[in-house]
């Protein structure tokens, strides 16, 4: 199955050089829209449900699955559903997406700021307790680049306080804990199929509850609050009696989703095979891989390979620009960003990386050449 995951998919043209991302358009994408197209449904019909369907037989066990517009929409969807009000309290990562926090504002909840895992880039489990209030409502953690949180020492502290744990796995399609995908892990789980993720839907993403009293209240906030299954009865007798959204999937993105699914088990073994190729190509002492080889309970999905590099990563990603590689931070403290109130001094190990922290391509173009070029180009001096 490697050998047929690792030449199914074009690669890149020697001129694009090495994209840092490079959508995964699947095979079949293309006739699966031009069906939905062709018939009744465009906005949210039957691929939606079949796509939610197949998605939570693949990854969520007895979690029910929820499909919406975006991952922004599913993290908006799991703070109300985990009952998040104004002037609460979240404990979340420093270190993400400001989609992660961003909704926690939209409600005027108060986003806490927790230190990060310096070999993972997750947050620090050591770190969160001391920052619970009688305020605090929920946790959130995110599995960075693929790699899961310890999700054993997350629950206790939840089950401990009484919070709800909410987990975005918008990087973590096929990441898995103990041998079961993380987000069988959490009370509600988040993945995002934007357009460079695992999977892609073009954009979309998903909620997964595993309180499934919790599903048709879901279902009410993800179109305007209305109870669809009692419109359908023709009579005007369902009430709107909570704020809704306009957060749901339609069917051309569901389209791409189901193509999506079909492939999904050799996108994820390639990018883990891309991600292994880093682990044995990067000796050179001044760089370290996040992610490599924590422990045999933690299966690294491999959306990302991200390096601490321990001295002037200005000079690294010239010198991969110069070859044509290109290379980013991707993501960014937020309490750098202003309308998180701004920089935050209690976040030691959060400081001492975010000078160093780079990610490097990893993508359905590539193949091991590609990385071992990388790899090359690294381990010389710059």
């Given amino acids: 199955m490697l050998n047929k995951a690792m030449n199914e998919y074009p690669l890149l043209e020697e001129s694009e050089g090495i994209p840092l991302f490079y959508p995964h358009i699947p095979e079949g994408a293309i006739e699966e829209v031009a069906d939905t197209l062709s018939g009744r449904w465009i906005g949210q019909g039957p691929k939606v449900d079949l796509f939610q369907q197949e998605f939570k037989e693949k990854f969520l066990g007895d979690h029910s699955a929820i499909a919406v517009g975006s991952g922004t929409d599913a993290l908006h969807l799991a703070y109300l559903l985990a009952g998040v ?60 680049g693929g790699i899961p949180n310890d999700y054993d020492e997350l629950n206790r502290i939840c089950n401990k306080h009484g919070l709800y744990l909410i987990s975005d796995a918008a990087h973590a399609i096929g990441t898995k804990y103990k041998g079961s995908y993380s987000a069988q892990h959490a009370d509600f789980t988040i993945f995002s199929f934007q357009a460079i993720k695992t999977l892609t839907c073009g954009d979309g993403g998903l909620l997964a509850i595993k309180d499934s009293s919790l599903v048709a209240k879901a279902e009410r906030l993800r179109w305007f609050g209305i109870d669809r299954s009692a419109k359908q009865k023709g009579v005007w007798e369902n009430d709107i009696t909570e704020v809704g959204f306009k957060y749901q999937m339609n069917d051309i993105s569901a389209a791409i989703g189901l193509a999506g699914m079909r492939q999904i088990d050799d996108v994820i073994e390639l990018r883990n095979s891309l991600f292994s190729h880093y682990e044995l190509g990067l000796n050179n002492p001044n760089v370290q891989l996040l992610g490599k080889s924590i422990d045999e309970n933690y299966y690294n999905s491999a959306w990302m390979a991200t390096i601490i590099v321990k001295n002037d990563r200005e000079k690294l990603m010239e010198k991969l620009r110069d070859n044509n590689i290109e290379s980013a931070q991707v993501h960014y403290r937020n309490d750098r960003y202003s309308v998180f109130g701004g920089r935050k001094n209690d976040l030691p190990q959060m400081d001492a990386v975010e000078n160093d922290y780079l990610v490097l391509p990893l993508h359905t173009k590539m193949n091991l050449e590609h990385v071992q070029k990388i790899c090359d180009i690294i381990n010389s001096s710059w």
């Fill in 85 to 144: 009000e104004k002037d609460d309290e979240v404990i979340v990562p420093v270190f993400t997406c400001t989609a992660t926090n961003l909704p926690l504002l939209y409600i005027g909840a108060t986003p806490v700021f927790t230190d990060i895992d310096p070999l993972t880039m997750n947050l620090s489990c050591e770190d969160i307790e001391k920052r619970i209030t009688s305020k605090t409502k929920a946790i959130v953690c995110v599995d960075y």
